[in-house]
């Protein structure tokens, strides 16, 4: 049919939620006959299956690219604009959104069923106002209509994303992004629906199902929601204004951000738009034009020449190539179709094949087929080409076990979102060959890709219900709206119930949310579970206190917890012995509460303290008197280790009955150091090292592993000795080198190095390096410490022991004879006294009878 020959022609045009799509299909059920075509096949499944209602199944049809329905009386065609029956002959034709005739993607599709689809009693455009110039220059004879909005659209501002409404819909242009706000709105809000162009129908429809059930408020979605989608929504929320075109990212036109922005407020509903708060506000010029409907007319729009030429595919790209006569229609560039066909036409074979109409026909027929993955790669491309040789070669089939072949690949559920999307893109693909005329039981293989759609569909529609909504927190959130007072209680678990639901966890004396924040819904679902922790706390401060010791610990950081929940810490006090108990936070704990939870766990505490580190608590009970005294004063406040020189004074005042009082408490006078060898072992090393930390304002996080013999301190850690002596070690350091030694290592060491020094000068050897638990680097710096002089030869690294005084020095000890032994019946001499560098090395002593080397004379070496 030509325009001529047509009835009379009706534009509708106005903004969304008109009522244009509506009076289109009703004017049309009043026809013996009708097509109209749908930007979506989401909406022309949707108006499809409300014609059945009506008018019953046999009367209506759907066209879709990958879906057909056509009974043999159908007289209304649902379609999508591209798969409109156009030599059918109808009493009414209508195509909805013609505005998209600007659209560059699928323009030249829409402007040819405006310059040549007709129906012979009526034919009706739908769309927005912006199309109107162009209408009354290529379509003169047609009759304006403008419709108004039924409802109000108002501008509501910036919100945070915390702070929308219900009923709210929040707008991003990338997968990504969707991503990241529907999961944070899941966490706030319970959940959320999920819209994306790259969902299916199927997907499509059962998200926008959970939001119009109630079951979730929010939906984030992109512009896909533009058209095609008729929501009960109040409010929508931009987080983004520019998208990515497949080009580059632009800036969204008025008209396209009135277009997502009019979704809001359905029928008589008025409602309102506005940005996130990572969103500046809209411009004023923007609201105004949204407000009030009025955006800049459309000065051209895409065409394509439908007078293909198939004479061969050089002479089909040349007809495609084709310029309008039109200064208002725009030759469109970079059709997906145009693309295919000339990277196709490259192929030698191909050329070679298609070397008559009906081949190039056939050409450009497989070359319609879509590219549903958008993959931006030749892999579309190479489907296509080898389609084309299939259909080419006898018997003009695509071969049912490799069409098998392919649909079995994605036959599968596995896999995350967007693995499910990209099977769904796959599988439309083979959805749409299977509707054309290529295979020998095309029923079968529509059946067979329609069914695998719908799998794939509901596996995705369950993986984006699992990760976006939290059906428990969805449920309790519509009980508060509804003004319902929720039930609350405690197990003996510690699991917090609200209305049945778990919503968190008694840990001790601390409530632990379930993933919830701080927001309207969940702050009222946090109020009633408060009130059941109302009486379960006092309950528990009873429970501790008539607890026995057994269910309390002291963890390696200097937390304390009862049974197993954390519920106090070790904090600083008037020693590194007497540490104070300080309870963890809690809003459930007045001020008598926490004192009696304290006062209970410093009795355990001190009981604690002193079963693990007797030996030290041994030596505070017994009196003892003078040097002995004060040397154990010394040690208790060091935790159990001191450097010999540090208490040379003390040592030397000892009598026979002190030290003999001292060895009864354990206590080691040893060469290098004094110790209480029975808390060298790991655990009460460790312990100590806890109290020593507490002491200075810290916790046991940065305390080294105790497990060998010696380790090398790591950069940052702390150089105070302190804490290496309350670990049971011995710290020494070089030329910004140091290492740190177990005191009774350090004996073992000293006593062996000596008895080999009498021998004279002595090499590194595997012996000494075990006794140390160190490598040849740090042996060399212990026994340089220890006093040793350490020279570098050829045959490696050898010690001898450094001549002591100037008489030692005048006769020639410098040859590894070792320190100079005191003369039987010498006049003793007093010691002259020492200091500790600040490296924590052992002093080098003149020779006295008490020094280190003095003391290793007196070992008795094993033979």
């Known amino acids: 049919m030509t325009p001529a020959e047509a009835g009379r022609i009706t534009a509708v045009l106005g903004p969304t939620n008109t009522g244009k799509t509506f009076l289109a299909i009703e004017r049309m059920l009043g026809y013996r006959s009708g097509i109209i075509g749908f930007p979506l096949r989401l909406l022309a499944r949707e108006n499809y299956d409300r014609a059945v209602a009506v008018k019953g199944p046999r009367q209506v049809a759907l066209v879709t690219g990958e879906e057909k329905i056509i009974p043999p009386q159908a007289r209304y065609f649902f379609c999508t604009v591209e798969s409109m029956p156009l030599d059918r002959p109808v009493a009414f034709l209508a195509v909805d959104e013609i505005q998209l005739c600007a659209d560059a993607e699928r323009g030249h599709v829409f402007t040819d069923r405006l310059l040549h689809a007709r129906g012979s009693e009526e034919t009706m455009f739908l769309g927005a106002d912006t199309i109107r110039p162009v209408l009354r220059r290529l379509v003169p004879e047609a009759q304006i209509i403008a419709r108004p909005r039924f409802s109000t659209l108002t501008y509501a501002g910036p919100r945070k994303l915390t702070r929308l409404p219900p009923r709210s819909a929040v707008i991003a242009f990338s997968a990504a992004q969707v991503y990241t706000l529907a999961e944070l709105i899941r966490r706030q809000r319970g959940g959320t629906a999920v819209v994306l162009g790259a969902l299916s129908p199927r997907t499509r429809n059962a998200q926008v199902a959970l939001f119009e059930a109630g079951e979730v408020d929010y939906l984030v979605a992109t ?86 030429d198939f004479r061969s595919p050089q002479a089909l790209l040349r007809s495609l190539e084709a310029r309008p006569k039109e200064r208002v229609l725009l030759r469109v560039r970079d059709a997906e179709d145009h693309q295919a066909l000339a990277a196709l036409s490259r192929d030698p074979e191909i050329a070679r094949m298609a070397s008559h109409p009906a081949a190039v026909r056939l050409l450009w027929d497989v070359c319609q087929v879509p590219d549903f993955q958008k993959t931006l790669t030749d892999q579309h491309a190479r489907l296509l080409a080898r389609t084309y040789r299939f259909l080419m070669a006898e018997p ?74 939290d059906r428990r927190a969805a449920m309790l959130v519509r009980r508060l709206k509804a003004g319902d007072q929720l039930l609350a209680a405690v197990r003996v678990d510690g699991a917090v119930l609200v209305e049945g639901a778990y919503v968190g966890r008694l840990t001790g004396f601390r409530f632990d ?89 410093a009795d355990w505490l001190g009981r604690h303290l002193r079963r693990q580190l007797a030996p030290l608590y041994r030596v505070l009970d017994p009196p003892l008197s003078g ?83 010696s380790f090398r301190p790591q950069p940052g850690m702390t150089n105070d000795d302190g804490l290496y002596l309350a670990l049971g070690y011995r710290r020494f350091a070089r030329k910004g080198e140091q290492i740190a030694v177990r005191a009774d290592a350090l004996e073992r060491l000293a006593r062996e190095a000596y008895r080999l020094a009498r021998q004279g000068s002595f090499a590194a050897n595997p012996a000494l390096q075990r006794l140390a638990g160190c490598d040849a680097p740090g042996l060399a710096l212990l026994l340089g410490s220890l006093g040793f002089r350490v020279t570098n030869g050829p045959s490696g690294v050898s010690f001898a022991p450094r001549p002591s005084g100037p008489k030692a020095r005048s006769n020639g000890h410098a040859n590894g004879a070792g320190p100079p032994m005191a003369k039987s019946g010498a006049k003793r001499r007093r010691p002259k006294p020492t200091e500790q560098d600040n490296r924590g090395t052992l002093e080098r002593s003149s020779g006295t009878e008490d020094s280190p080397f003095a003391k290793l004379r007196e070992l008795k070496i094993a033979r």
């Open 223 to 308: 512009d896909a929601i533009g058209m095609g989608l008729n929501l009960s929504l109040d409010h929508v929320a931009f987080s983004q204004l520019s998208k990515f075109d497949g080009f580059g990212p632009r800036r969204l036109s008025p008209a396209e951000v009135a277009q997502i922005a009019g979704r809001a407020g359905r029928h008589m509903n008025d409602g309102s738009f506005g940005t996130t708060d990572s969103l500046a506000a809209m411009d004023a010029a923007l609201v105004q034009a949204i407000e009030e409907h009025r955006f800049d007319p459309l000065q051209s729009i895409f065409w394509r020449s439908r007078d293909f």
């Open 396 to 469: 003009n089939r695509l071969p049912e076990d490799w069409v098998a072949r392919q649909i079995a690949r994605i036959d599968r559920t596995e896999g995350d979102i967007d693995a499910l999307v990209a099977r769904i893109a796959h599988v439309r693909t083979w959805t749409y060959i299977a509707h054309r005329d290529w295979l020998a039981d095309p029923a079968h293989w529509q059946e067979r890709s329609r069914a695998l759609e719908d799998k794939l569909s509901d596996a995705l529609h369950e993986r984006l219900t699992q990760r976006f909504v």
């Open 513 to 601: 949310p379930d993933r919830t924040e701080d927001s309207d819904g969940t702050r009222a679902v946090l109020t009633a579970a408060r009130r059941a922790l109302a009486n379960e706390i006092p309950r528990r401060v009873r429970r501790l206190e008539g607890d026995d010791d057994g269910s309390f610990m002291l963890d390696e950081r200097g937390g304390i917890a009862w049974r197993g929940a954390a519920v106090a810490r070790l904090a600083a006090g008037a020693s590194a012995l007497a540490p104070q108990v300080e309870m963890l936070p809690s809003e459930f704990l007045d001020g008598a509460q926490r004192e009696r939870l304290r006062l209970r766990l």
């Open 627 to 709: 040097a002995a005294r004060g040397l154990a004063f010394q040690l208790v406040e060091a935790l159990g280790t001191l450097p010999r020189g540090q208490v040379t004074h003390q040592i030397a005042s000892l009598g026979k009955a002190e030290r003999k009082a001292l060895a009864a408490l354990g206590i080691r006078l040893g060469a290098a150091s004094v110790t209480l060898p029975a808390l060298l072992k790991p655990r009460p090393s460790r312990l100590r090292g806890l109290l020593w930390a507490v002491r200075k304002g810290g916790d046991g996080d940065a305390l080294p592993d105790l497990s060998d013999t």
